[in-house]
């Protein structure tokens, strides 16, 4: 009997659009999941692959500039940077929002409570209320209300969750670890200056920088929580390895490069191509 396959996304803001060209090269290599399990930028790919809309966001994805993740942008300072709103409902209209329970393939995702730090798993109801969840990066997307929780970004707490993928019964885990080669790499550009980018036009565009080139706010903000995510996903990952851990290399990726998507993905079809040989090996045992 063939033994169950999980997938687990990790958290990684636009380096997420990685897991596309994961998935491509998995399925490709005739490797196909029997459920899938996201963090953040994770759920987000990962809902859309359960629900059978892979093809719908990488066309979708491809086609940003910087200018239309602009637009996505709801800009509030009452708990975050942004509400986040304006995605979701994009997300609700373009990949039609259903039950977790109700998609084709077995789903869930990873967020925080805020008030005592646990780790939630989000297996039922609404898949867009969940991948909301789980991708509020503390600082940048307002919390989330669910159920009396408020709920944030699941990479505080299991930035690759393969503990989640093992209790829905995966027998075999591939995880894709997006934060591998982020730490003292983040806020500098290929010259080894600190980047201005695409976050330092963001931010003089809403009057939130005088367009000085230092470090802005979010790459800032953003660099400490992957700091934090690195070290904990290490410390999760030792002690609940997966069976192969694919690690894109995507330092050359800012936090809110979405229009960059197909560097991204090309790069998350080489991370499966330098694993190959390790996934066959794993699926053979």
Excluded at 200 to 229: E, F, Y
């Amino acid at each position: 009997m063939k033994a169950k396959l999980g997938l687990v996304l990790g958290s990684g803001a636009a380096r997420g659009w990685a897991h596309i060209g994961a998935i491509r090269a998995l399925e490709e290599a005739g490797i196909v999941p029997d459920l899938i399990v996201g963090c953040s930028i994770g759920a987000f790919v990962g809902a859309a692959y359960a629900d059978g809309q892979l093809d719908r966001l990488e066309q979708w994805v491809t086609n940003l500039t910087w200018r239309d993740v602009l637009g996505f942008l709801d800009v509030t300072l009452s708990g975050g940077l942004i509400k986040g709103e304006k995605l979701i409902e994009f997300f609700e209209r373009h990949f039609t929002d259903v039950a977790i329970e109700e998609l084709p393939k077995p789903f869930a995702c990873v967020a925080t409570d805020l008030e005592n730090g646990r780790e939630i798993w989000l297996r039922e109801g609404s898949t867009a209320a969940a991948v909301r969840a789980s991708i509020a990066l503390p600082g940048l997307f307002a919390p989330v209300e669910r159920e009396g929780r408020l709920l944030v970004d699941g990479g505080l707490v299991n930035p690759v969750p393969v503990s989640l993928a093992r209790a829905m019964g995966a027998e075999i885990v591939i995880a894709v670890d997006l934060s591998a080669d982020i730490v003292g790499r983040a806020l500098r550009g290929k010259s080894g200056a600190a980047s201005s980018g695409w976050t330092q036009r963001l931010l003089t565009t809403i009057g939130l920088s005088d367009g000085v080139k230092l470090p802005p706010v979010t790459s800032v903000l953003a660099t400490a929580v992957h700091i934090m995510q690195t070290r904990i996903a290490r410390s999760r990952l030792a002690g609940e390895p997966a069976d192969v851990l694919l690690q894109p290399r995507l330092a050359r990726l800012a936090l809110m490069d979405y229009h960059r998507a197909e560097e991204a993905i090309a790069e998350g079809r080489a991370a499966v191509r330098r694993m190959l040989p390790a996934i066959e090996h794993a699926l053979s045992l």
